[in-house]
């Protein structure tokens, strides 16, 4: 079998182009177009290089957004003041602030994460988030699950009643997710298993899964022989990889074995990654949207 490749990038396309004429919507009602400050801390290429892509993506549907920039020196203090000066509008009025992550090690990241107000928080790593979440109402869902579940429901693989398998539980990926997909309704309903670190016979869990989802960061973790024949494959993971022509960026999944088993699988890059940007905007759109009484 050789899978269907699940473009995320194609999707996120249309996702923006639906965005722009909501955006424009926003902007004439309120005055001004949806603003997002990202915060970028320290020197990371990765990290610059995602935070341009957001800022990119965000001009392309007329959100205006500003990365604001801190040494990778700062400490928690410094960043915590840094964000709540932001929410306070110190520098312009503003509807989301995202904070890039990892930040230094010296750093709290929970501290400076919980600096970002929960009506500003469109990441949705806010616990007033993850427990509207939690509690099957959601406001912000976090980029990456949102997007993850998007992608499902878009190629309409079905969730409901069926098994998904989540690797890897972090409050940003694998836990949102596994809340979502077990959620009732569309792209729900799914019977969920979450595995980690200290789960024992992870291919055993893998191979029961109609949907399998890695978030990990493991390059080549799920190998062919970890995956139903016919089941839908999320690949996650980023990660670069040094070769004989350079580096490039690979997923969790050994995608060139995975592919001849799966059904239905997800590249990298070009899969989760544009999607999680597009939902950021998204969720940026309807912070601004909140904030003026549409929605
Ligand atoms: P994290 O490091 O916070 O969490 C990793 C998780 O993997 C942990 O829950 C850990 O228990 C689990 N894990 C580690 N080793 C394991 C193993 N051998 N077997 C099973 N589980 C194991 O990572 P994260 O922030 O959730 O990110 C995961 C990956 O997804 C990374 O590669 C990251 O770059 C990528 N990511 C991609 C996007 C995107 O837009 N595509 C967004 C966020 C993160």
């Given at each position: 079998m050789t899978a269907t490749l699940l473009d995320g990038k194609a999707l996120a396309a249309t996702i923006e182009a639906s965005l722009r004429d909501e955006v424009d919507a926003v902007t004439t009602a309120s005055g001004r177009p949806p603003r997002l400050v990202v915060v970028l801390v320290g020197d990371v290429a990765a990290s610059a290089s995602y935070v341009t892509a957001k800022a990119r993506a965000a001009a392309r549907v007329g959100i205006d957004a500003e990365v604001v920039r801190a040494p990778g020196s700062a400490d928690t203090a410094a960043l915590v003041g840094l964000v709540r000066g932001i929410a306070r509008g110190d520098q312009g009025a503003v509807d989301g602030i995202l904070v890039q992550l990892p930040?230094?090690?010296?750093?709290?990241t929970t501290a400076v994460l919980d600096a970002v107000p929960a009506d500003l928080d469109v990441d949705g790593f806010h616990p007033e988030n993850a427990g509207l979440l939690s509690q099957g109402?959601?406001?912000?869902?976090?980029c990456t699950a949102a997007g993850v579940q998007r992608l499902l429901v878009d190629a309409g693989i079905p969730t409901a009643g069926r098994r998904a398998v989540i690797v890897g539980r972090s409050d940003i990926v694998g836990k949102p997710l596994a809340l979502l997909l077990a959620s009732r309704g569309r792209g729900g309903d799914a019977t969920v298993t979450l595995c980690h670190s200290?789960?024992?016979?992870l291919a055993e869990h893998c191979r029961s899964a109609d949907i399998l989802v890695a978030a990990v960061g493991?390059?080549?973790?799920?190998?062919?022989?970890m995956v139903r024949p016919g089941a839908t494959v999320i690949d996650v993971g980023i990660n670069r990889v040094e070769g004989s022509e350079g580096s490039r960026l690979v997923g969790d999944v050994d995608f060139a074995a995975v592919s001849a088993v799966a059904g239905a699988i997800t590249p990298?890059?070009?899969?989760v990654g544009p999607l999680t940007v597009a939902m950021l905007l998204a969720n940026t759109l309807l912070a601004a949207e909140l904030r003026i009484g549409r929605r």
């Open positions: 930040l230094p090690r010296q750093v709290d109402r959601p406001r912000f869902i976090p200290h789960t024992q016979d493991q390059p080549g973790l799920i190998t062919a022989d990298v890059p070009g899969g």
